[in-house]
């Protein structure tokens, strides 16, 4: 039985590690190729190991260093503060309205309560590039193409459904007592809701703010299509545009990247904790 045992978690183990080696492996090889040179990529055989470590690609995207592809570099930083303001707006836009839904959802009952939820889902469903030319007409009609409201707009149309669904689950977790308590003690509706229910609610508010922000950090189909005028756009489509150059610089694209998922990867690492008990709220009853 011991020798099972030993052997089973020999087999968890190399499993666990496998599984982490996948997830893990592109975001490592990512900051390696960031930090070698152009040559040493271009090389055969591969070193999966660099010969030599520079840091000149990240002062080349910051601007410390002039190269042939300077021009593009010099637009990370601006289109990073831009993916910063339309993220952080968008997650407060839908923590204020997705939280509030969402505990409509999971308190009371209405006419085509059910209907509406799935409705709700059905928007999440589809493909963000199924939508791309009703916000293109949309927002030239409305004079938004190219503006940070315009993509605000289209993000947060995107992500409130997840945000009310991922904050109605939670909700449901909460026992109505509070509620009827805060009721009893004086408190109408709303009041419950903000001064006793919501603050007992941080898992779920992380859960949603942690993941609406991330969407629309990394959203790329959007921002490249409504947004092309310079210095309106945010930082995906910048880092694509690196592409485009006559000298295609590996090591350049890949410091930009990794610059670009830091945020969103510093954010999971701080709030996993909130995160975890978020997103399986609701999972198991009784």
């Known amino acids: ?40 990529l271009l090389a055969r055989p591969l070193s999966f190991v660099p010969p030599e470590v520079t840091f000149d690609n990240y002062r080349m995207v910051l601007g410390f260093v002039r190269f042939h592809a300077e021009g593009q570099a010099a637009k990370i930083l601006p289109s990073m503060l831009n993916s910063l303001i339309v993220a952080s707006v968008v997650t407060a836009i839908n923590l204020l309205i997705g939280t509030t839904a969402g505990y409509a959802y999971a308190r009371f009952r ?9 409705a709700l889902l059905f928007t999440r469903m589809l493909p ?11 927002f030239k009609a409305l004079d938004l193409q190219n503006t940070l409201t315009g993509l605000i707009v289209a993000y947060g149309s995107f992500t409130l459904p997840f945000t009310i669904w991922i904050m109605k689950a939670y909700f449901e977790t909460i026992p109505r007592d509070l509620d009827k308590s805060a009721l009893v003690d004086g408190c109408n509706r709303l009041q ?4 006793v229910v919501l603050p007992v609610s941080g898992p779920g508010l ?37 592409n485009g150059q006559i000298n295609i610089d590996y090591s350049v694209i890949a410091a930009s ?30």
Do not use: D
């Open 257 to 286: 990247g990794f610059l670009g998922a830091l945020p969103a990867v510093l954010l999971v690492l701080c709030f996993q904790k909130y995160l975890i008990q978020g997103l399986t709220a609701g999972s198991v009853k009784g």
């Open 206 to 242: 992380v859960a949603g703010g942690a993941f609406t922000f991330m969407l629309c950090w990394n959203e790329f189909i959007v921002a490249q299509v409504l947004n092309t005028k310079p210095g309106t756009t945010t930082l995906p489509p910048v880092i694509a545009g690196m």
């Open 110 to 118: 209405f006419p085509l309560k059910t209907l509406s939820l799935f």
């Open 1 to 40: 039985m011991s020798g099972r045992r030993a052997a089973s978690r020999v087999v968890l183990y190399g499993l666990i590690f496998l599984v982490g080696l996948w997830l893990v492996g592109p975001f490592v090889w990512l900051f390696v190729t960031s930090v070698s040179y152009q040559k040493h």
């Open 128 to 138: 963000t590039v199924v939508l791309i030319p009703a916000y293109f007409l949309m």
């Open 192 to 195: 419950a809701y903000y001064r």
